[in-house]
């Protein structure tokens, strides 16, 4: 069982406290993609290659392709870390486009409901684990952390998570009656 949701909170599960949980855990998912893009464009700019056209072509940019752009500097660095960076993108992708298909009987049971909260509370580890890998890989790589948190607060949000810098990521889908 979470550490979010608790026996005493099943009964009372409702339809608002999904959509409020998705809100909340797709807040996190911005913040993070907001960091990576910072991360790869001061990555550039290290590399003499920023310009305008250059900032308008990667903001134009999907995640993934955003994250091809350093994944195998990235995964020379640690692939542990990067791995949990692109499985979360997975994770980050199907919540953003698919979750609700596959989770849209919440209106209609109480048990999917309870499902669909547990799964946005992984969703929510991964991204923590995610974002704090980001962190430790810019720290290693010395890169600037442009992130919306600091490293202080991001290795809080991690240790409140119970994430290590060892804690690996797997994508995998929401599934209604798991």
């Given at each position: 069982?979470?550490?979010?949701?608790?026996?005493?909170?099943?009964?009372?599960?409702?339809?608002?406290?999904?959509?409020?949980?998705?809100?909340?855990?797709?807040?996190?998912?911005?913040?993070?993609?907001?960091?990576?893009?910072?991360?790869?464009?001061?990555?550039?700019?290290?590399?003499?290659?920023?310009?305008?056209?250059?900032?308008?072509?990667?903001?134009?940019?999907?995640?993934?392709?955003?994250?091809?752009?350093?994944?195998?500097?990235?995964?020379?660095?640690?692939?542990?870390?990067?791995?949990?960076?692109?499985?979360?993108?997975?994770?980050?992708?199907?919540?953003?486009?698919?979750?609700?298909?596959?989770?849209?009987?919440?209106?209609?049971?109480?048990?999917?409901?309870?499902?669909?909260?547990?799964?946005?509370?992984?969703?929510?580890?991964?991204?923590?684990?995610?974002?704090?890998?980001?962190?430790?890989?810019?720290?290693?790589?010395g890169i600037m952390h442009a992130g919306r948190f600091s490293g202080?607060?991001?290795?809080?949000?991690?240790?409140?998570?119970g994430v290590t810098q060892d804690t690996t990521v797997t994508f995998?889908?929401?599934?209604?009656?798991?």
């Amino acid at each position: 069982m979470s550490d979010l949701i608790t026996e005493d909170d099943l009964p009372t599960t409702s339809i608002d406290e999904v959509f409020r949980r998705f809100g909340e855990v797709s807040f996190r998912a911005q913040a993070f993609e907001q960091t990576l893009e910072n991360t790869v464009w001061s990555m550039i700019k290290a590399e003499g290659e920023a310009n305008r056209d250059t900032r308008d072509e990667l903001e134009g940019q999907s995640l993934g392709m955003i994250y091809r752009r350093v994944e195998k500097t990235f995964a020379e660095q640690d692939p542990v870390w990067a791995g949990s960076v692109k499985a979360f993108i997975r994770y980050r992708n199907y919540l953003a486009h698919t979750f609700f298909i596959d989770a849209a009987q919440i209106h209609t049971s109480k048990e999917i409901r309870i499902n669909a909260l547990l799964y946005l509370d992984e969703f929510e580890k991964a991204c923590a684990t995610a974002s704090f890998h980001l962190y430790l890989l810019t720290d290693a790589l010395g890169i600037m952390h442009a992130g919306r948190f600091s490293g202080s607060i991001e290795t809080r949000l991690a240790n409140s998570k119970g994430v290590t810098q060892d804690t690996t990521v797997t994508f995998k889908r929401f599934k209604p009656n798991a």
